[in-house]
């Protein structure tokens, strides 16, 4: 799974502000009352996914590219929302944002006997351990996030391992998510680090976005 | 092609029609069965609820209240209701109709009673629940809320749960109010009867909370009765009332 | 058969991708049960837009979420049909009769036929096969397959004054 969010050398402190005190009106809102109705058709597709893999052994490939880029109409909005990113999240499933990447290989024999452990016990040797250290992690996140406002807002700079810890608890998260929705079956690692097999993906610093 | 779509489409409509008229005639299970079964479960239900909350029947000849219950029973009728009248040794002030077309009056709320007019027009009230159908009202309220909530679990759904559970709407109780003044009125008694209890109870009300909170609106209700003016009732009854209020 | 019809792509000439959408279709009906909520009217609105969303795609998709979808239409309206009459009880006592009871039982067995068919359908249009309900297999086939003369666009573009 390829999970980047691009930092950027410096950031707006005039979007910062905005989006502190109306972010929520003129970004979350709107993506977020299309992105509702949006989940219950990610939940109809996915149920219908399971039952799909358990007789037929795949994952529908329509249904597969539908919930990639549902998650990562999410993520857009995420990044603004969390001030990683700059500018203004794109509407559409089809939409193209050269700030984030975000792309899951699809396989075409996914695991019958899997997808029924992760059915039943998927709570108990996923839920739980990774749920655990990553309640503190999202804990950890938020005061970072708080920092990183503070430091954004008099130097205009996103110190760089903030960044970093922040996009790899979403990029963590995301795993466990992919594991668990029948999108995997890789086991998610406990850790936000780029496995061997994503790197060479990231955002190049060289490259800015003006804003 | 488009005939035979059509053609297709008849059939279709032939055999759903066939099969359910087919059904209706030669039913695989009968109406009539299943509404006796219904209602032998209903009966069996409250038989069990009356021995459970140890309600005791008007009309029977054992003590006082009993038989003067008995009377006022049949003086308040409705051609469409059928209902029974209970009476609960509960010293709380309060009388409910329950789904069942059953009635209970509490102990406490006959002594409060000055005179049977007033308990009359608490039964009435009570009959107007049962005659508007205000039971099966709240139970479809209530599933409208659940289905539309459907295991959301908000707060905002939870306080809604309550609100419409817990009692009657408010306008439900003043449909029933009005059709006390209507059922008051045929038997040539005075709501103003009524106003005299209200009023009595409520200045009584801060020693019994559950009872204003079960009937909001107090004061509009009072006003509502109070606007018809007073005259004493010339019904007769057998039972002389303050022997009845002394026996209990 | 005849020159107005598009013609039928073979099962060989199917990707496994339209073969999958195709059966995907079929099971829009399961879709109230994925969102949880027991209204019979999410599993039309799901069939909707899952053709709406797969019209584009090759005749093959669009026949077999067309017939989907209209072999739903029927099914929820009944199925509403019931919910109401059974709330309507409620209001005014329990005095149903024979009418509803046998409605009750058609209703039931015209669930269990869809599904049953759906299902069937389902299977054969991964296996890349065409299958026919009674009557909207025919409908379906007319309306996807049939070649209809594009209509000149009438109207055109002219300043304000």
Known sequence: ???????????????????????????????????????????IVGFIAFWSILFTGRYPESFFEFQTKFIKWEMRVNARMMNLVDGYPAFGLDAEDENIKFYVPYREDMSRGNAIIKLLFGWLYVGIPHGFVLFFRVIGMFFVQIIAFWIVLFTGEFPKKMHDFIVGTQRWAQRVNLYLAFMTDEYPPFTGH?????????FDRTQQVNN | MKKRIWRDFLILLVIFLGAWIFLTYYPIVDSEVVKESYNERETEIKEKLIELLEFEQADSDTTQILRALGELKHLVSDKDINYDLYFSDSKDINAYALPGNMIVINRGIILECDSPEELIGIIAHELGHLKLNHHTDQLLTTLGIELLLAGNSSTAGEVTKVLTQSTFSRDMEAEADDFAVKKLQELGISPNYLAKLFKKLYTKSDLVPEFLNSHPDMNKRISKFSKYPFEESKLEFTFDWLKVKNSL | MNTDYYPIQQPEDLPAREREDAMGAYFMMFASLAAGLPLPVINLIAAIIYYHVNKHKSRFVRFHSLQSLLSQLPVSLLNAGLVVWAISFFKYDFNFDNTFLSYLIVV????????????????????GLMYYFIFFGKLSYEIVYKVKEEEEQIYRNNPPI
Not at chain 3, 108 to 127: P, T
């Open chain 1, 194 to 202: 780029r496995q061997e097999n994503e790197l060479g993906y990231e």
């Open chain 3, 108 to 127: 039931i067995l015209a669930n269990l036929l869809y599904l049953g068919f759906s299902i069937a359908a389902a299977i054969k249009a991964r296996q």
């Open chain 1, 1 to 43: 799974m390829i999970f980047e969010i691009r930092h950027q050398e410096s950031y707006s402190r005039g979007e910062l502000l905005l989006r502190t005190f109306f972010g929520y009106l003129y970004i979350a809102l709107p993506h977020l009352f299309l992105l509702f109705f949006l989940s219950i058709w990610s939940s």
